[in-house]
């Protein structure tokens, strides 16, 4: 489990150049501060922005992603060009893969037959026992349907890794698009079986049989929509902790043949009839559910569903007609128009498939020495004013102090990139196989490696997330924040600017991560990233009290048309926003301390500009269909309300600006949020 500070799917153009420090253009002065900052941050800016046709948003972090892009792109061009002079396997191997992406006309030629040996295997699906095995093949390729493993640190044995069983299987972006009764929902189901019917032809059915296969598929996947917990239940993590053993698991799940399907992954070792290691099912009525399913659904159905899920993870790697139709349909989703060039959406799959290979040559391009021991310094002002934090807190006894304490010391910082980068010796790829190939080719070795892990100790040095990449995390179980190369740039973070810019860029970034730590999941892992209560009861109680009132805030913005966002769903980001921007701020008048007081730029304050550069982080425009997908799917608040949201906490955001009661910045005490 692991909580991200943002959540990009895309690359975007870059039409500004890096800025350094706060953009006296992007303001709006005409809109008071103290009544909409974001909007006083970013309004100069969003009066005339424009969203490309090929994305779905607009801004700083789109930005930032595809300059990123342009940098990859001059790796993979270099390693596609090299093919046969590169020095090391490892590139060769990155620029075979890219090349074959960017050779359209050898995808063309292809058709289907990458995927025509377990479309026959499929199709020859005659009796229920046959079920274990294909669906243990798709899980081999990296296809998460109707379920799919992982192997994960134990929540409560933190050394060792266990086998994790989730619940899978849906086309929609998730389980209520299938359950809610409202016309749009309506309407999008019938956009999504005609979707599935025409892929069903692209694979050769006659239009009568499309239109009946993927009604079967309607109906399964609706059957486990029913049985899937949702995103906000799965957010307490003693609710998806369920250890059971190969016994318990057949109990649980009878229909399934359990030693086949972890044979047939290549795990002998939860196949033994004896073996007493225990697995982790998250979510044991949705495997109940499945099982009843490999009882009792139609087998033409059965075949439908899993020729779907083949197809469709395939499908943005297969010919014209394959990618065009996958396309229509996510496009749809996410309100985009067309379609990214090809290059962009090849160096995004090389980032995937191989990307330690990619972030390497990555970070030796892009990434100086110097950043990372200056972010390690900025992290550490953070945990230290986070620390006093700590020791200041009113509503915390000292008991509960010392054990977050312990935790706070203990996080492990990781920054650029990771010590150790993965090999890919055992991959094979070849730039002139096609594509679809490959990208299965890689599929299944990243899961192959993941199944690996099982039951091993744990490596906490293991990144998850690419060097290249424009975000950040913490993971509770491993209790790390780790900050890639890919954010540490402009304008987040710049060696050139000042600290009020770092700060409030980078710092408040970091600040959200370490919050993480102790937001409402965190809170309940340990210094050692074991799930175990440290807090005394009133403590508890004291925290859930002031998380209610985050909850009831966030409850309360619109995030479109008449879409509230959830707070219920995006109460740990939110604790973490609110939370790590009061830290960043305190760490800034750290960094201060001993030092002649900055002078004002541009009419401003280092403290005013320590808020516009957070602020202006989260410069963005968001189409229509994005801000409503990700309000409904996604565990962050909508820009505009990380912004406000948090600021509006925030006493020192306030007198930077003089701000008074009654203004719409201003939570009154009452209601204020204030956690951290
Ligand atoms: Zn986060």
Redesign the pocket.
């Known amino acids: 489990m692991r909580?991200?500070?943002l959540l990009l799917t895309a690359v975007l153009p870059c039409t500004l150049s890096a800025q350094r420090g706060v953009n006296r253009a992007y303001l709006d002065t005409t809109c008071a501060p103290c009544r909409n900052f974001f909007t006083y941050a970013n309004g100069g800016w969003l009066k005339t922005a424009t969203i490309p046709a090929a994305y779905a948003s607009a801004g700083a972090a789109r930005e930032l992603v595809d300059r990123n892009a342009e940098a990859l792109h001059g790796v993979l061009d270099d390693a596609a060009a090299g093919l046969d002079t590169a020095r090391d396997s490892t590139t060769r191997k990155l620029g075979a893969f890219y090349a074959s992406c960017m050779d359209s006309a050898r995808a063309e030629q292809a058709a289907t037959s990458p995927i025509y040996d377990d479309l026959q295997a499929i199709a020859a699906i005659r009796k229920r026992s046959a079920l274990t095995g294909v669906i243990a093949r798709l899980n081999l390729l990296g296809i998460s349907a109707p379920l799919y493993i992982l192997a994960e640190v134990d929540p409560k044995e933190s050394t060792r890794n266990i086998g994790q069983l989730y619940q899978g299987g849906l086309g929609l972006p998730d389980r209520d698009y299938y359950l809610r009764a409202d016309p749009a929902s309506d309407s999008l189901r019938l956009a999504y079986g005609a979707h599935v019917a025409r892929t069903f032809e692209l694979l050769g059915d006659t239009p009568a049989a499309a239109r009946t296969a993927a009604a079967a598929v309607m109906r399964f996947e609706t059957a486990l929509a029913e049985s899937s917990m949702t995103r906000v239940a799965q957010r307490d993590p003693e609710a998806v902790y369920h250890p059971k053993t190969l016994r318990e698991l057949s109990a649980l799940a009878p229909a399934i043949d359990w030693p086949r399907y972890f044979d047939a992954l290549g795990v002998p070792a939860l196949a033994a009839p004896k073996s007493a290691q225990p697995l982790n099912v998250s979510q044991p009525a949705f495997l109940h559910q499945l099982s009843a399913l490999v009882d009792r659904a139609p087998l033409d159905e059965w075949r439908a569903y899993l020729r779907w899920h083949l197809v469709d993870n395939v499908a943005p790697s297969l010919s014209a007609a394959f990618v065009a139709e996958d396309f229509a349909f996510r496009a749809r989703l996410r309100g985009v128009k067309e379609q990214l060039p090809r290059w962009k959406r090849c160096a995004a799959a090389s980032d995937d498939a191989l990307g330690d290979a990619l972030g390497k040559a990555y970070v030796e391009r892009e990434f100086p020495p110097a950043s990372k021991a200056r972010v390690l310094e900025i992290v550490n002002n953070l945990q230290a004013a986070f620390a006093e934090r700590i020791r200041r807190l009113s509503w915390m006894s000292d008991s509960t102090k010392a054990q977050a304490l312990t935790k706070l010391g203990a996080v492990l910082k990781k920054i650029g990139y990771p010590d150790r980068w993965k090999d890919y010796s055992g991959l094979t790829v070849s730039a002139s196989a096609p594509y679809a190939s490959n990208l299965l080719a890689a599929q299944t070795f990243e899961q192959q490696r993941e199944l690996a892990k099982i039951g091993q100790p744990v490596d906490r040095y293991e990144w998850h997330m690419t060097a290249p990449t424009v975000n950040a995390?913490?993971d509770p179980t491993t209790n790390e924040i780790t900050f890639p190369a890919g954010i540490l740039a402009p304008p987040y973070f710049d060696p050139a600017a000042d600290d009020a810019v770092n700060y409030g860029g980078i710092g408040s970034v970091i600040g959200?991560?370490l919050t993480?730590g102790f937001d409402d999941q965190g809170r309940q892992y340990d210094a050692g990233g074991n799930l175990r209560d440290w807090w005394t009861a009133e403590d508890a109680r004291r925290f859930q009290a002031r998380a209610e009132r985050v909850v009831t805030q966030y409850n309360g913005y619109v995030a479109v048309d008449t879409l509230h966002v959830n707070g219920a769903l995006t109460l740990?980001?939110n604790l973490?926003?609110i939370g790590g921007l009061e830290i960043a701020y305190d760490a800034y008048e750290r960094s201060l301390a001993g030092k002649p007081r900055p002078g004002d730029v541009d009419g401003f304050t280092p403290e005013q500009r320590f808020f516009l550069a957070f602020a202006q982080g989260w410069r963005s425009l968001l189409r229509p269909e994005t801000l409503r997908l990700r309000t409904l799917t996604n565990?962050?608040a909508p820009p505009e309300w990380r912004v406000n949201g948090s600021v509006s906490n925030s006493p020192e955001f306030a007198r930077a600006f003089e701000c008074r009661a009654g203004d719409a910045m201003v939570r009154t005490d009452s209601v204020g949020a204030a956690v951290w």
């Open positions: 909580r991200a500070v995390y913490y959200h991560e993480h740990g980001e973490a926003d565990s962050h």
